[in-house]
Nanobody, 122 residues
């Protein structure tokens, strides 16, 4: 599986962005998909995930602000980010793992995209 993340950019605090992650292959619907982020000088952290059945998981600090969704017909997973804060500034990565057996929304993941930069100004 190859993943291509896009949609990052510069936005003011309180604004919104929608990230997209396009996946290659015909079995996208069988993968659990996750979003992670890495801020400068910090470790990569889990943000949100969606399983092949559509169940979702979010880290506490984005609940109510971010929404993860998927369109299996387009082989794409999305991360809608609202009410953005300066502390949301990071490189955002999408990830995939075959969603049978030992799939855990918060990881581990087997495939990673290249990341897209989100910058939130105050």
């Amino acid at each position: 599986v190859q993943l291509q993340a896009s949609g990052g950019g510069l936005v003011q605090a309180g604004g919104s962005l929608r990230l997209s992650c396009a996946a290659s292959g015909r079995t996208f619907s069988n993968y659990g998909m996750g979003w992670f982020r890495q801020a400068p000088g910090k470790e990569r952290e889990f943000v949100a995930a969606i399983s092949r059945s559509g169940s979702t998981d979010y880290v506490d600090f984005v609940k109510g602000r971010f929404t993860v969704s998927r369109d299996n017909a387009k082989n794409t997973v999305y991360l809608q980010m609202n009410s953005l804060k300066p502390e949301d500034t990071a490189i955002y990565y999408c990830a995939a793992r075959w969603n049978y057996g030992n799939y855990y929304p918060r990881g581990p993941y087997d495939y990673w995209g290249q990341g897209t930069l989100v910058t939130v100004s105050s």
